[in-house]
């Protein structure tokens, strides 16, 4: 039942800062494990905007230092992961009479393009949409409009790459397991977790890290046996997915006369991605799921841009997630701040604990270097700060050529269509040759399972990327849940059924 290792760092939660600092303390020679209780990102970090940006808005709220180190961050990330990292460019339709005036748009996309070492990115311009394709799907109330750059990235997918290559780096990396217990016992962390078979094991490390995301309170009261703790503050974000409604590849930036922005993306393909909404939340994280009222206020301000309407119908999915904001005791939800606070609580001789409050996706790198300094001051410093500069697995390669890598994955498998060798470059990159493997034809993929989802692929998935259900894989590792039928991820939920049975029985 004891394991006999011991771990230098224990981090509960496999999101974006838990398996970010996993990646880093393990490639600074720690020794790590990490626990997530159900799949890789099944919390917030598959449910955000997915944009990697400095936060145009957060500078209403003078959050300079969060800002420049996300805008800084953009160019870092893609490099880093230039796969399912992308730039975009925002168009932000300016109408007279707005909740901003001009000046200041101006104003704050002037201090976007300087304040953040912008080298690849294009800097904003202001253009007429009356000539331009970006203008044809709105409604004739714009007259002009701002184009400014930030990032895209693919959320659930960035969080597997640094569990992979944490693991790689030698971390114990478990998903599908819960931490029950954790309490402090003979100058060390005695941490308790049961797996989805039931088992429990007990692990001893010499520093705990709470990055549970929305659960880092309950961790505290539950896990950890405190009583109440009020840190965070929950804020719900939903999003809507429809058909296309535009083909040109911007995304779209509005003002909502209510002060709140929104967004409509290009997303996979074929649909556009438009959010998100800002409500306090009470509740289990892992229970949330967009309102009617949300759904009711999406299509309604969307339809306000678009010539042509946003319906309830026209909805192909939805997803909602929850913020874990710091509190800070702001008023509305869309002014608790957005930056992160780490705070580290160890007494005398007792192993220390870090506690992650709030953070961005974009902000994960910088987050996870600014805990690994309070982990070095706590443990006694190993490393360097190594991952600016570094690549996620499948992300060698420069950052303005990712259509060269889908002509080369294409003249080395030429009976790959071309939407597929792109979907599989964006979500895999240089690895995409190694899922292939010997291929020589669709017949050598195996079995279909529907849109572009092959036998090689879901192979790849459960062997590699601990994917264990048809979900994780449809709607976390690839976003083949919008191309599949309800038949076809059932027949894909039972072939993995039976793979998991011959697994045991084996
Ligand atoms: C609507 C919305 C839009 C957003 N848009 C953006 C954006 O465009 N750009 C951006 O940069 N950021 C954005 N964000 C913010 C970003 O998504 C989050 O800050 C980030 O994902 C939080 O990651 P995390 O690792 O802290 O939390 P999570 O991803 O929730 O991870 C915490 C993990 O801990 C696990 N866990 C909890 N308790 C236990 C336990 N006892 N044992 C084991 N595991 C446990 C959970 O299962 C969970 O997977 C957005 C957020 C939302 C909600």
Same mark, same amino acid.
């Not at 009479?97 to 005036?101: A, E, Q, S, Y």
């Not at 409604?245 to 040109?248: L, M, N, Q, T, V």
């Given at each position: 039942m004891s394991g006999e290792t011991v771990h230098d760092l224990f981090v509960i939660g496999g999101g974006i800062n838990g398996c970010g600092i996993a990646r880093d303390a393990a490639g600074r020679g720690y020794g790590v494990a990490l626990a997530e209780m159900n799949d890789f990102a099944s919390g917030t970090s598959s449910a955000a905007t997915k944009l990697i940006h400095g936060g145009l808005r957060y500078l209403e709220h003078y959050e300079f230092r969060l800002v420049r180190e996300a805008l800084m961050e953009r160019e870092v990330l893609w490099a880093m992961a230039p796969h399912v990292i992308r730039p975009m460019r925002f168009v932000l339709p300016f109408q007279k *009479? *707005?909740?901003?005036?001009a000046w200041l748009v101006r104003l704050g996309l002037f201090l976007y393009d300087h304040l953040g070492g912008r080298k690849l990115l294009p800097a904003t311009r202001t253009f007429d949409l009356g000539g331009d394709p970006a203008g044809r799907p709105l409604k004739p109330l714009f007259r002009k409009a701002f184009e400014y750059s930030d990032g895209w990235v693919d959320d659930a997918r960035l969080v597997v790459l640094n569990a992979r290559d944490a693991a790689g780096r030698g971390a114990l990396i478990l998903s599908r397991t819960r931490v029950v217990a954790a309490r402090r016992q003979d100058g060390l962390w005695r941490i308790e977790t049961r797996n989805a078979a039931g088992e429990r094991t007990v692990h001893r490390a010499r520093m705990l890290v709470n990055a549970a995301g929305p659960w880092v309170d309950g961790v505290l009261s539950g896990v950890l046996g405190r009583g109440d703790a009020h840190h965070v503050r929950l804020v719900q974000g939903s999003h809507i997915v429809v058909r296309r409604?535009?083909?040109?590849p911007r995304a779209y930036f509005f003002q909502n006369p209510d002060g709140r922005i929104m967004f409509a993306i290009p997303y996979e393909q074929d649909f556009t991605l438009i959010g998100t909404t800002d409500r306090d939340y009470e509740g289990d994280p892992g229970a949330v799921a967009i309102t009617d009222g949300e759904i009711d206020y999406l299509c309604a301000a969307a339809s306000d841009y678009f010539a042509e309407p946003v319906r309830r119908?026209?909805?192909?999915w939805t997803y909602s997630g929850v913020r874990p904001l710091f509190d800070d005791g702001a008023s509305k939800a869309q002014e608790a701040t957005r930056d992160y606070v780490l705070k580290v609580e160890a007494g005398d001789g007792e192993p220390p604990l870090l506690n992650v409050f709030g953070g961005k996706l974009t902000t994960y790198r910088r987050l996870a270097e600014h805990a690994l300094e309070k982990i070095g001051a706590a443990l006694g410093a190993k490393g360097r700060p190594w991952t600016a500069g570094s690549h996620l697995p499948g992300g060698d390669f420069a950052p303005q050529a990712f259509d060269a890598e889908v002509t080369a994955l294409r003249l080395r498998y030429p009976f790959l269509g071309q939407r597929h060798a792109e979907r599989l470059v964006r979500c895999y990159g240089t690895d995409a040759a190694a899922l292939l493997g010997t291929a020589r034809d669709a017949a050598g993929l195996g079995r279909h399972f529907g849109g572009t989802l092959y036998e090689v692929e879901v192979r790849w998935l459960v062997e590699r990327e601990w994917a264990v259900t048809a979900e994780d894989i449809l709607w976390r590792r690839t976003k083949q849940g919008l191309s599949l039928t309800r038949e076809e991820a059932q027949a894909l939920e039972v072939c993995l059924e039976g793979t998991r049975a011959s697994l045991k029985a084996g």
């Open positions: *009479g *707005g909740v901003r005036p409604k535009f083909a040109d119908e026209d909805i192909v």
